[in-house]
């Protein structure tokens, strides 16, 4: 549905010239002093999308929460107050702050604005957690304007703040009516038990079931006419346009017919959100849909809505979607940056929501010393990913396709002497397939010497990868031809450049740092895929099999055959994980694998990572 690649590659282009693709873009934030971060902390925005990633309670939220009170009539108060509990502590004599840059078209240059929190008379009562605009300060690094006085853009001794649209969607508050309700809803109050079968409502469920009754009415009405106690029930009922419809199915990866969004008073809450998704089995409600079903259509129409050049900011948007699906929202979020000039800036645990993205738009956030948080200018996916706890640093991270082909990693290592060496590799299935891992994955990772990606065997493409030092560069047109025979993929390389043509050179330079990754970090299983390792290792099969798939279908048959019954996918990985566990010694394919991790392991203490 989206060319990622296509898009990424305009996003760079466009990045070039940021006021002038993005005319309201955030160029950067600093912070004086503000919540825990670090005095003086600065993160640069140099990209139309950022990625913000760090440890629970590093400061990802808190610098949304700036951004999101950045624009002007906006207040990060609405997001961070002080309590009796939580007292926001001030400076001496000085108040939380900071300071970011906009581009002033009149004055044809980046300048900066700073919103302070202030005590504010607001209807008559004391508000000591008002943010606005302040005149410019020396002491916060500020330049001081020496211009004409009258200016678009400037009040007296401030520029004002940038004016655009905010959407601010954390996903982990994105329920619908009902799960608010259910699982977070207060209990009918007790009743006295000579009270109780006249109460009609006694219980939560009994609840649901009374509005539920209302609930029908409102679908069934296709409107917002349905009153109750004089008051329309609904606020919003509508089908899904084709176009979001569209993009909520390519992202959770499922065929919807229709669904119908409901904004509804029921369920004792107050603008709650109830959507009716329609299969080709039938309708359902969100108390029988996903919690990410949810949070994705919710997004989906927010950003679909926002205007052009508006500020979106996402708080863990991985929220209960799978690695794919997560990969697929983010190739939305792209296509929608670069179509309509938006900045995005989320945060995330998540390495699916960082690949593809260019070193300079994920921000890593470290604690230091003093207990602060700063945060790192650039930061490479697969850095990332260790900061994440997704791969640990100083071992060899081997990446396989699925749970068998990471018991056929397991096994070979269990064969090697040393156990110190053992230790020193840890085995990860990652998603995507083998087309996803070199067309995705690869790019992301090609400044990393301490990985080796293992494929399925019927992945291969030829009988050999092609070392890059060997072709002329005169040949530099015939790379990607090449490279496709090759691996069968075209990877997504970042590419700078203008007006739809890539930079040539760069990309020559890029095709090649690709080859030659490949050639080293990249390598595949023997035979046509694990199952027919297991069933060659246990001499259940003297078959010569044709394709990967008559392999899997003799693997699921003597797994049934074994168990009685038909088994699942699961069940089958663990019989084969079984099998090869008794057999390993026996066979010749584990021993071919532990030469390739060996190799690894001495190319991996070599280099270094």
Known sequence: MYDFSADMSSLAGMSKALSTAFPKHIHHIRFPLFKNMEEGVRIDFSF???????????????????LYGAPDRKSTGEFWF????????????????????????PSKRVVETRKARVRKERDGRSDPNYWEPTKETSGDGMEPYAGKVSIEGRSLDRWNPVKRKVIYINFRRELSAFDKYFYFGKEPPATPIELRKRRRI????????????????????GNTSVMRRKTKVATENRLLTAAELKVVAFVLGRHYEEARWIKHRLFKGDGGLSIIFKIASGKYSEAFAGSGEVAVTSCVVQVLKAPADALILLDEPEVSLHPGAQERLLAFLVHQAKARRLQIVFSTHSPHMLIGLPDTAIKSFDQTTSGKFTVLASTHPYAAFVRLGAMPPGKLAVLVEDPLAKSVVEQALALM??????????????????????????????????????LDGDARQSSAFVDPDTIPEANNVGLTKLIHSTVGVNPE??????????????????????MRWVLRHVDYLPLLCPEEIVLK???VSST??????????????????????????AEIDVTGAVLLAQNRGSSEELQTVVARLEAALASFRSSGP
């Open 544 to 569: 010569h099999f044709s394709t990967s798939q008559q392999a899997k279908a003799a693997l699921a048959a003597h797994a049934a055959s074994l168990a009685g019954r038909s088994c699942t996918s």
């Open 537 to 539: 290792a246990a001499g």
């Open 202 to 221: 006694q219980s939560k469920k009994d609840q649901i079931r009374a509005d539920a009754v209302y609930l029908s009415r409102v679908i069934a009405s």
């Open 417 to 454: 002497k040393s156990s110190a060496d053992r230790a020193l590799f840890e085995v990860e299935v990652v998603s995507g397939g083998w087309g996803g891992i070199l067309t995705h994955r690869v790019p992301a990772l090609m400044a990393k010497t301490n990985i080796l990606i293992l």
């Open 48 to 66: 139309p999308i950022t990625a913000l990633v760090g440890a629970n309670g590093a400061g990802k939220t808190s610098v949304l929460n700036a």
């Open 493 to 514: 390389l970042l590419v700078d450049g203008a007006a739809g043509k890539s930079n040539a050179v760069q990309k020559a330079a890029q095709q090649r740092k690709y």
């Open 82 to 105: 002080s309590t009796e509990v939580d007292p926001i502590v001030e400076g001496d004599g000085s108040p939380n702050r900071f300071v970011y840059g906009h581009f002033n078209a």
